[in-house]
């Protein structure tokens, strides 16, 4: 059990709170820029992983003489990995630090990256898939809080959503790569992005909280002072970080079960809900199955096909431009709802097609619904939740809270990937009408109970949901 202390102890002087006009403004220095394009290097590999399975279908079936069941198990079990890289990803980053769990996790990349160019037999290619699936969930979760413990608070909510724009880059690169070039090579292209980031990791600094955690104070001044610039003035931040860090030192170190006590209770719903609305809302049914999608509607899956990846990097590119000028919530707010309308327009195109009205125009609604949908998820609800995940967990409880919260994600993921053409078998038209609910209860979700973090420090955030008391 973990000890006790009074809530009112834990708390900051209120002075260094509100003292708005000492804190210096922030800047976008060199090194902050060089830092997080490490970090989303990584984010590059993720949407390799996820994009590479796609385009290599058919020439890795037939070279490997591999059944339907086969390449089913091949692209589920990245997966599995990534749901067990997720689970052990907070404590690994908790124990070695952020920067060294991005290398750690590059390694099972590199070595499944490996595997797969080396395969002779399904065995290896399945044996590679899930050390590629493993370095992706434990990436999945240190990123963004990665990037949200190294920036302002001003930029903080643009810079941890490049994320998932280099994500939607990384699967767009790939399937457009894997159209010209074999299995094998594109493989060893998925290397480099992990080498790149090896490397840069030598160079980038720590993240400065994950310092002030483990107590090595005068890292923590020097890697802030990097990250600031030198000549910045960092005393105010300095003094903040340091005040809330030794106030927890009263506490132990989190576990899963302490994420369960009541002063972690809005925290943990509102990080758990939105993953949970995020994978249930049918993303990965549309990103996974969108060719079957557009083929069932009558439409041109190829032409569909470019047309979302025309939509989506615009779209995310907006959406990190927006993320510390609107707020999360708005964004939050607009994209839910555009999903919403979104998988309802696909389920209508399916509804006219049963009773056979429009016919003509059923594909074109089905094509405008995808398009509304991966343009509105891109927007905000595709990343925003991982920004809000690395920004509501205080320090103490960051690394099991993370993991948590991760895991979900996947396992949503898997479940969503597993059941959508037995749903679409079902009833195309009930299963869009479903996702269109759910996307209806998550702008009910954030209006009500996700905070706005726009502006805030990491402690600031804390303090507001709950977690303590001013």
């Not at 369960?260 to 809005?266: D, E, L, N, S």
Request: with cysteine.
């Amino acid at each position: 059990m973990r000890g006790e202390i009074d809530e009112a102890d834990l708390a900051p002087e209120t002075s260094l709170i509100k003292k708005e006009n000492q804190e210096p403004s922030a800047t976008t220095t060199t090194t902050l820029l060089f830092t997080t394009l490490v970090a989303v290097s990584g984010s590059f590999v993720f949407g390799s992983a996820i994009g590479y399975s796609s385009p290599v279908q058919s020439d890795l079936t037939k070279d490997l003489n591999l059944s339907v069941a086969e390449y089913s198990i091949f692209g589920s079990i990245l997966t599995i990995g990534a749901m067990i890289g997720a689970a052990m990803s907070g404590r690994i980053a908790d124990l070695i630090g952020r920067r060294a769990t991005m290398g750690f996790s590059e390694m099972f990349c590199i070595l499944g990256w490996l595997a797969i160019y080396l395969s002779k037999v399904a065995v290896w290619l399945d044996v590679g898939r899930f050390l590629v699936g493993y370095g992706m969930g434990v990436l999945s979760f240190v990123i963004p809080v990665y990037i949200a413990e190294i920036t302002p608070k001003e930029l903080r909510g643009g810079f941890t959503t490049v994320h998932q724009l280099m994500i939607c880059l990384g699967v767009s690169v790939t399937y457009l790569l894997g159209s010209f070039i074999g299995w094998r090579i594109l493989a060893l292209i998925g290397i480099i992005p992990c080498v790149v980031q090896m490397i840069g990791l030598f160079i980038v600094p720590e993240s400065p909280r994950w310092l002030a955690k483990v107590g090595r104070w005068e890292e923590f001044e020097i890697a802030l002072q990097r990250l600031r610039g030198e000549s910045a003035d960092t005393s105010y931040e300095s003094s903040e970080i340091k005040d809330y860090t030794k106030r927890l030192t009263d506490l132990s170190e989190g576990s899963l079960v302490d994420l369960f006590q009541p002063r972690y209770a809005k925290s943990l719903f509102v990080g758990v809900g939105l993953m949970v609305l995020q994978q249930f809302g049918g993303v990965n049914g549309i990103a996974f199955y969108a060719s079957s999608i557009f083929e069932s509607a009558g439409f041109s899956s190829k032409i569909g096909m470019i047309a979302m990846v025309v939509v989506q990097i615009p779209m995310t590119t907006i959406g990190v431009l927006l993320m510390d000028k609107s707020g999360r919530r708005p964004l939050l707010l607009i994209s839910a709802t555009g999903t919403c309308i979104g998988c309802f327009l696909i389920g209508l195109s399916f509804s006219l097609q049963v009773v056979s009205l429009f016919s003509g125009e059923t594909s074109y609604i089905a094509l405008t619904g995808v398009l509304m949908y991966t343009g509105s998820f891109s927007l905000g609800m595709g990343g925003i939740p991982w920004v809000i995940m690395s920004e509501i967990f205080p320090i103490d409880i960051k690394g099991p809270a993370g993991s948590l919260v991760t895991v979900v994600s996947w396992i949503g993921s898997w479940i969503i990937s597993f059941t959508f053409n037995f749903l679409m078998n079902w009833s195309p038209t009930g299963t869009f009408y479903v996702f269109a609910t759910v996307c209806g209860v998550t702008v009910i979700f954030v209006a009500k109970l996700v905070p706005e973090t726009k502006g805030r420090t990491l402690e600031e955030i804390q303090y507001s949901i709950g977690y303590v008391q001013l």
